[in-house]
């Protein structure tokens, strides 16, 4: 098959012809119709991952067709369209009996802990876990937009950060996650502040329905950019996301909250970049809660796939530029800041 392939951390990736992969006895192989460009991926080729081996495969967001079935596996036959969480969970420990797949303690994922999905080939292990049907009426792009972006979002909006009609969100970071936080927010019936430091994010932020925009500079202070997100609300916002991951972004949204508010960590922060200064005199005064998101459970996908498939959810929106295998290489190694979602087209 055909890959995009690194060879070392920091380079370039190319494409190759490589090996096709070995079908798992209780797993599957998918052929890939499309696949999201991630800043997850960006952190896989920067070597903030401990668990990939070199050469490496990058790519978590997928969706295509059912291209080959493991002996141990039922329910699932060759052609079916799904996708997967990008966590794939074993199904047998103790959060996995608890139905939270995402946190599995012995899971793997794609583009990660093995090769991933820029590719024309990618591995779903455990299919009985983590194979996700898609329906009639949610094409393969807007399934790749889904991803782990989307699909995080909507766990981190609606299960994790509790978000009420009628509540204030702010969204610190309008990439691919953001975006789909302020799509998701409205959705659920809350006014939204969205924040970024590009003026093209906050443009498409507002086109999504975000109430207001906070428009911040690099280096900006934290508590300031949180003191100017308060300024568009009453008294503060119920629930504030850190969609990027950075020291900056997570101390403003802390700083954002009201009294009793909640703070949903969303944006990886690796500890290869240092641990970020939280303002925790902000958290014990106000009585915050901070809290983390990682990706969502294959058993949250229907009631998601069901508003997309109803139009009440629109993630195929956010996509905003189509590209090959081969531009995905350059594209990843560059991290250039970009308003939407790139979807790779193997």
């Given at each position: 098959m055909r890959a995009v392939v690194f060879d070392a951390f920091g380079s370039v990736p190319s494409v190759r012809e490589v090996a096709d992969p070995l079908c798992p006895p209780d797993g599957v192989v998918v052929r890939v119709e499309?696949?999201?460009?991630?800043?997850?991926?960006?952190?896989?080729?920067?070597?903030?991952?401990?668990?990939?081996?070199?050469?490496?495969?990058?790519?978590?967001?997928?969706?295509?067709?059912?291209?080959?079935?493991?002996?141990?596996?039922?329910?699932?036959?060759?052609?079916?369209?799904?996708?997967?969480?990008?966590?794939?969970?074993?199904?047998?420990?103790?959060?996995?009996?608890?139905?939270?797949?995402?946190?599995?303690?012995?899971?793997?994922?794609?583009?990660?802990?093995r090769w991933g999905s820029y590719a024309e080939l990618v591995v779903v292990e455990r299919a009985a876990v983590n194979l996700v049907a898609l329906p009639d009426g949610v094409d393969a792009v807007t399934a790749a937009a889904l991803g782990c972006r989307f699909a995080t979002a909507f766990r981190a909006v609606i299960e994790v950060g509790r978000t009420q009609l009628g509540e204030t969100v702010a969204v610190h970071g309008c990439g691919g996650v953001g975006l789909s936080a302020v799509m998701i927010a409205r959705a659920a019936g809350a006014r939204v502040v969205a924040v970024d430091v590009s003026a093209g994010a906050l443009a498409l932020a507002r086109q999504l329905g975000a109430d207001a925009c906070v428009q911040t500079e690099p280096g900006a202070d934290p508590i300031e950019v949180g003191a100017r997100v308060r300024a568009e609300t009453v008294a503060g916002v119920e629930v504030s996301l850190d969609a990027y991951g950075s020291a900056a972004t997570c101390a403003a949204s802390i700083a954002s909250l009201r009294p009793r508010g909640r703070h949903v960590q969303v944006g990886l922060l690796p500890a290869v970049l240092g641990w970020p200064g939280v303002p925790m005199h902000l958290v014990v005064a106000g009585e915050l809660e901070v809290l983390g998101s990682h990706g969502m459970s294959s058993r949250s996908y229907p009631?998601?796939?069901?508003?997309?498939?109803?139009?009440?959810?629109?993630?195929?929106?956010?996509?905003?530029?189509r590209i090959g295998l081969e531009a995905a290489g350059p594209a990843l190694a560059q991290q250039a800041p970009s308003s939407g979602v790139t979807v790779i087209i193997p």
């Open positions: 499309a696949t999201g460009l991630c800043r997850s991926d960006w952190h896989a080729l920067a070597g903030h991952d401990p668990d990939i081996v070199l050469p490496h495969v990058p790519g978590h967001e997928f969706a295509g067709r059912v291209a080959q079935v493991g002996a141990q596996v039922g329910g699932w036959a060759v052609g079916d369209r799904v996708t997967a969480p990008f966590v794939n969970a074993c199904g047998e420990c103790a959060q996995c009996r608890d139905g939270d797949h995402q946190v599995c303690a012995r899971q793997t994922q794609p583009g990660f802990s009631r998601l796939l069901a508003m997309v498939e109803s139009g009440r959810l629109r993630p195929g929106d956010l996509v905003t530029t």
